[in-house]
């Protein structure tokens, strides 16, 4: 399984950044694919993720009507369009699988960090 993300960086409050995962191996047939992120000091936790045989999404109670996960089927991309940026969005994000997107974690790749200053 490899799952490469990428697209991080410093951003202002209120702010967008696009996140990108490429993924490939085993990754490309996952049964359910999405975001991570784990701030300083805090716990792993699933931002956002994307059942692959419908297409029906989940999202983090903290972060519905600002993020929004898609997926490139012919590329092997998802991506994780984040606006309305707030600081405690400040975090590690990884792109990861799981067996379904309401269940456990099956595998992450390298993750991107993401900044948000005040």
């Known amino acids: 399984v490899q799952l490469q993300a990428s697209g991080g960086g410093l951003v202002h409050s209120g702010g967008s950044l696009r996140l990108s995962c490429v993924a490939s191996?085993?990754?490309?047939?996952?049964?359910?694919i999405g975001w991570i992120r784990q701030a300083p000091g805090k716990a792993r936790k699933q931002v956002s993720c994307?059942?692959?045989?419908?297409?029906?999404?989940n999202y983090e109670e903290s972060v519905k009507g600002r993020f929004t996960i898609s997926r490139d089927n012919a590329k092997n991309m998802v991506y994780l369009q984040m606006n309305s940026l707030k600081v405690e969005d400040t975090a590690v994000y990884y792109c990861?699988?799981?067996?379904?997107?309401?269940?456990?974690?099956?595998?992450w790749g390298q993750g991107t960090l993401v900044t948000v200053s005040s």
């Open positions: 191996g085993s990754a490309k047939d996952a049964f359910a």
């Open positions: 990861a699988t799981f067996y379904y997107c309401s269940g456990p974690l099956e595998s």
């Open positions: 994307m059942n692959t045989s419908d297409g029906s999404t």
